[in-house]
T-cell receptor, first 111, second 114 residues
Framework: DQQVKQNSPSLSVQEGRISILNCDYTNSMFDYFLWYKKYPAEGPTFLISISSIKDKNEDGRFTVFLNKSAKHLSLHIVPSQPGDSAVYFCAASAGGNDMRFGAGTRLTVKP | DSGVTQTPKHLITATGQRVTLRCSPRSGDLSVYWYQQSLDQGLQFLIQYYNGEERAKGNILERFSAQQFPDLHSELNLSSLELGDSALYFC?????????????FGPGTRLTVT
């Protein structure tokens, strides 16, 4: 089974508004979570991460929230910019091993 | 289970050696991607194949090569291994050859070079 799921294949938001990308996981052993951003014809690039000992990590316009009881994490982008349009991958690992990725969510930010 | 399989799961070898990593894509997927996950560098795209042909190349060293076979499985060959090649190597597959939307990743092969 897919241990990391991104159930929304796509998301479209207006420039300046908030983008919220969601990710669910099933393995309670996961202790480290990451978000990657990928532009077409390029490899994914690391965006932000969070350890299971935290419930929030912020880096500029990007904030990741972790809800361990719900096995859910989300990435908030505020304010959204057209350059944020990309595919976003959620990933998780247990003890640094066997990183699992979600299938990705395509974010489109409209000017 | 994403449907993408990678073997072996773990590999330990010495510097200067050569190894081959194998990937079987999801049934019906024609495109295969290889990535390297190093400790400090995040996920790095190496190379993409689509239906047997090289499609895109990323940060792949000349010591590394890959191919996709008629049955669509792919192999990544790493030669003259160095300590810095120790990493997790991921394979991913997708139906389309375009961007990486709906890309499914395998569990990875952990390579340790000693």
């Amino acid at each position: 089974d897919q241990q990391v799921k991104q159930n929304s294949p796509s998301l479209s938001v207006q420039e300046g508004r908030i983008s919220i990308l969601n990710c669910d996981y099933t393995n309670s052993m996961f202790d480290y979570f990451l978000w990657y951003k990928k532009y077409p014809a390029e490899g994914p690039t690391f965006l932000i991460s969070i350890s299971s000992i935290k419930d929030k990590n912020e880096d500029g316009r990007f904030t990741v929230f972790l809800n361990k009881s719900a096995k859910h994490l989300s990435l908030h982008i505020v304010p959204s910019q057209p350059g944020d349009s990309a595919v976003y991958f959620c990933a998780a690992s247990a003890g640094g091993n066997d990183m699992r990725f979600g299938a990705g969510t395509r974010l489109t930010v409209k000017p | 289970d994403s449907g993408v399989t990678q073997t072996p799961k773990h590999l330990i070898t010495a510097t200067g050696q050569r190894v081959t990593l194998r990937c079987s894509p999801r049934s019906g997927d024609l495109s295969v991607y290889w990535y390297q996950q190093s400790l400090d560098q995040g996920l790095q795209f190496l190379i993409q194949y689509y239906n047997g042909e090289e499609r895109a190349k990323g940060n792949i060293l000349e010591r590394f090569s890959a191919q996709q076979f008629p049955d669509l499985h792919s192999e990544l060959n790493l030669s003259s291994l160095e300590l810095g090649d120790s990493a997790l190597y991921f394979c991913a597959s997708s139906v389309a050859a375009g961007d990486l939307y709906e890309q499914y990743f395998g569990p990875g092969t952990r390579l340790t070079v000693t």
